[in-house]
């Protein structure tokens, strides 16, 4: 037996190709993810056990407000200066010195642009001196309090050297500098990480980044020759109480290291999602090769068991040419996924700006993914054609055997319950009933609705497939197509169904984001009465910001009515995480964002005074003359009295708790970063907007733009978004295609003796070509055609279950959906090209004389 399947399995191994790629592409996906998240990793762990290879033990003051690495930006506070004398005197500490470093310092480079991180932070410090691991290349150290020294990595990225004066963003306004030095790390390399740094003078270093004099964020402490880190830590740990963090090198690099792996986990996993949908895509394909296979195979099969094999035996038959397939095919996909995941790390480096990966390598995390994944997948779809198998009658092989056409009636049964199940699973999730589990819910709504729409597919795939190969009726090839293409409904409707759930997904997300866009373009221009919006695009972790003394001065110009800058920062209330904000007018919470008061005055926000929204005012059972204790990024924590309740809008998500305008000195960034200027009526845009333009000179990361503008310039990162998910979902419309053309060919050789017999009655080759691609079409216009309902329908359910946060307008894409018919089109008759060939080819007389 098992040698029957061996030459059974080489005779049709072209056959098996496609459905092979499949999986291949799916795997490669799957073992990717883990060999650039592995390869990024282990480039993080060298990077920090390099970068604090020099320190023995660090003290840092215990965070006010703890951030995860995807929360946003940790700020370690300052502590007094004398406090490095403290840890000089305490035993066993040979030197103890401080330091200042935080994220912020921005500099603008030769053309006038701010040089720009897209994802490392971009770091200002005091100049710590020369050691082994920092080497200065050009220059010498900063002096004076307008000379600093810049990495090599920023110095080429901004096109500048030593000598050229440069501005530089910090927690203040923009201030010039003299580059006095450039310097380098060891092994030749620019910078750690793709990190840009700018270093001055200590007091300037504290002025400007920490936003104190004498006092620093940092101290690297030095052991002694005869004292161990740990007990160094455990020492200076003991001295300075539990208000500091006191950590050894060893640990702030492993610390760092696992901060970062945060973010790549989450990355890895949106990796996986898709995986995910290329093989659900990959499984359609599997299943319907092996259920053509199968029925090709009847009479070989029942000859089989006509000569005593078993049925268990042909279940091993057919289940051990889908391990062979799935064994190649995870090989093939886990040697590809390790050439997307080193050009995925590449392309990470480059981005970072020259991130120096350590040596590539495949985990054993990718190569028991693939091959999990590759054989469970194949073997699973292949099993139910090997069990139909293993039910055909012995006297089967008397007799010229034809697959039946079997009713479709627990087909359609066991659709509409999986439907139902998806259906229940979706108004859970969406509905928020699913308790912490939301997002599971979500998903496995969509995975069972995609499998029960699949199921229900050959219910209806005769009479649509008649009414769109009805276009073709008025030519014989064309006819003959659409004949074809509706005569076995389980084959059609599979097919289909692959390139249903790629398109499906793409046009759900569009409805999900255009109508977001739509949604938030309405909110904005029906509540924010502001004529001007002072903003920036964010490009990297943190919000382009301002000068809030650009509000003051705008106020001075003529015309100007109301000008009002927004912060927002994560804090500490009562002992939970949540988002605050502050405004520098609070009467412009009725003035420009149309925000009415619940209860008590909204207009002013004095000193100890807090706003809240309605909703939070009810999920926290606050009312006016409550109290709320609020820990900032900095400073102290204050008790803060609600003295107004406005009513909620889902346009200010960040303001449901205001704070007073000097409570944003505590901020993370207490800078404004974003300004609504409202006008006097009868004032011109046109006169005031260059005014406000001039007072941001020194601000190039923000501009003064009309609400329409400021409006396209938000929903532009929805559409960055939109088209990062279509590149990717692109594979699984790919895999899709590879379905058509694997069925297509399947059907030629299935069709052999009717094609022959039709040749042989007058049908030309031309008129076989086109009978192949009417074919082809129709089943694809078929799978996007119930794409885009499909999509329609999930991506308008979830913006009816978004309606409470805002997501008001519901948006069709009625020109993409129509767009992705016309490309189905074209894709039928591009999966048409081989097989229609394959059968135009076919000798008449053999053909008629095939068995």
């Not at 996906?29 to 060999?35: N, R």
């Not at 703890?66 to 700020?75: H, K, N, P």
């Amino acid at each position: 037996m098992f040698r029957a399947t061996l030459k059974s399995l080489l005779a049709r191994k072209v056959r098996l190709v496609l459905s092979g790629l499949a999986v291949v592409l799916g795997v490669m996906f799957v073992s990717g993810a883990f060999v650039l998240t592995d390869t990024l990793g282990r480039t993080f762990d060298q990077l920090f056990a390099e970068a604090y290879e020099e320190v023995d033990v660090s003290v840092s003051a215990r965070p006010k407000v703890a951030i995860g690495e995807m929360e946003g930006e940790l700020v370690q506070a300052p502590f007094p200066a004398d406090l490095v004398e403290t840890v000089r005197a305490v035993p066993g500490v040979a030197d103890a010195t401080g330091v200042v470093v935080a994220d912020g310092a921005r500099m603008i480079g030769s053309n006038g642009k701010v040089v720009a991180s897209f994802g490392p932070p971009q770091l200002g410090g005091n100049w710590p001196g020369e050691s082994d691991l920092v080497q200065l290349r050009e220059g010498r150290e900063p002096r004076a309090d307008d000379e600093i020294v810049i990495n090599q990595a920023l110095a080429n990225a901004g096109k500048v050297a030593v000598g050229d004066r440069v501005g530089v963003l910090t927690l203040g306004p923009r201030q010039d500098f003299t580059i006095v030095g450039v310097f380098g790390y060891s092994g030749d390399r620019d910078s750690l990480g793709g990190v840009n740094e700018v270093m001055f003078t200590t007091p300037v270093a504290q002025r400007l980044m920490l936003g104190e004099a004498d006092v620093f964020n940092s101290i690297t402490v030095t052991s002694a020759s005869d004292v161990s880190d740990d007990a160094l830590r455990d020492s200076v740990a003991a001295a300075l109480g539990d208000d500091y963090v006191v950590k050894t090198g060893e640990q702030l690099s492993a610390d760092a290291s696992a901060g970062l792996k945060e973010g790549l986990t989450f990355f890895n996993r949106i990796l996986l999602g898709f995986a995910a949908v290329a093989l659900l895509v990959g499984t359609f394909l599997i299943l319907n090769t092996f259920s053509i296979i199968v029925a090709q195979r009847t009479r070989e099969l029942a000859l089989l068991r006509a000569v005593g094999a078993s049925g268990k035996q042909i279940i091993g038959s057919v289940v051990l040419e889908a391990i062979a397939v799935g064994l190649i095919a995870s090989v093939l996909g886990l040697a590809a996924g390790f050439g997307v995941g080193a050009s995925l790390a590449y392309l990470f480096s480059s981005v970072s700006g020259g991130l120096e990966l350590t040596g590539l390598s495949m985990p054993a995390s990718a190569v028991i993914g693939a091959f999990s994944v590759g054989l469970v997948i194949t073997v699973l779809a292949a099993l139910l054609p090997a069990l139909r198998a293993a039910r055909i009658p012995p006297i089967a092989a008397m007799q010229d055997v034809a697959t039946p056409d079997r009713p479709l009636t627990k087909i359609t049964v066991a659709g509409a319950l999986v439907t139902a199940v998806g259906a229940v699973l979706l108004f859970l999730g969406l509905g928020g009933h699913a308790g912490g589990n939301t997002l599971a819910t979500i998903l496995g709504g969509v995975l069972f609705a995609f499998i029960g729409v699949a199921l229900l597919t050959p219910l209806i795939s005769k009479p649509v497939v008649a009414a769109l190969g009805s276009v073709f009726a008025g030519w014989v090839p064309g006819k003959l197509g659409r004949l074809n293409s509706g005569r076995n409904p389980r084959r059609t409707a599979i097919t289909a169904a692959a390139l249903m759930v790629g398109i499906a997904l793409v046009t759900g997300i569009t409805v999900i984001l255009d109508s977001a866009k739509s949604s938030i373009s309405g909110l904005a221009q029906e509540s924010i009465k502001a004529e001007l919006v002072i903003a920036g695009a964010q490009s990297g972790p943190r919000p382009p910001t301002f000068d809030p003394e650009v509000l003051e001065e705008a106020k001075a110009i003529p015309g100007v009515r109301v000008a009002d800058g927004l912060y927002g920062d994560l804090a500490m209330v009562d002992d939970e995480r949540t988002f605050v904000g502050a405004v520098t007018e609070p009467a412009a919470l009725r003035q420009v964002y149309s925000l009415n008061a619940v209860a008590g005055d909204i207009d002013r926000i004095g000193a100890g005074q807090m706003l809240v929204s309605e909703e939070t005012a009810k999920a926290r059972g606050l009312s006016v003359g409550s109290t709320m204790s609020v820990q900032l990024s900095r400073g102290e924590p204050n008790t803060y009295t609600v003295t107004g309740v406005f009513e909620d809008s889902p346009l200010v998500t960040g303001l449901q708790m205001v704070l007073p305008t000097e409570a944003a000195r505590n901020f993370t960034i207490p800078r404004p970063s974003q300004g609504f200027v409202q006008l006097e009526p009868g004032a011109s845009v046109a006169d005031v907007q260059p005014r406000i333009e001039a007072l941001l000179a020194d601000s190039p990361e923000v501009s003064v733009v009309d609400l329409n503008a400021f409006v396209e310039q938000q929903a532009g990162l929805l559409d960055t978004l939109l088209t990062m998910i279509q590149i990717l979902l692109a594979l699984a419309i790919v895999i899709a295609v590879l379905g058509i053309i694997n069925t297509l060919a399947l059907s030629v050789l299935e069709r052999t003796r009717e094609l022959g017999l039709l040749r042989a009655i007058g049908l030309r080759r031309s008129q076989t070509m086109g009978m192949i691609t009417v074919e082809a079409v129709v089943i694809s216009v078929f799978g996007a055609l119930l794409g885009v309902v499909v999509g329609a329908g999930l991506g308008a359910a979830v913006v009816e279950a978004l309606r409470s946060e805002g997501i008001n307008d519901l948006v069709l894409p009625w020109g993409q959906m129509g767009l992705f018919l016309g490309l189905a089109a074209i894709i039928g008759v591009v999966a048409a090209v081989l097989p229609a060939i394959r059968a135009a080819r076919i000798n008449v007389l053999g053909a008629i004389a095939h068995d």
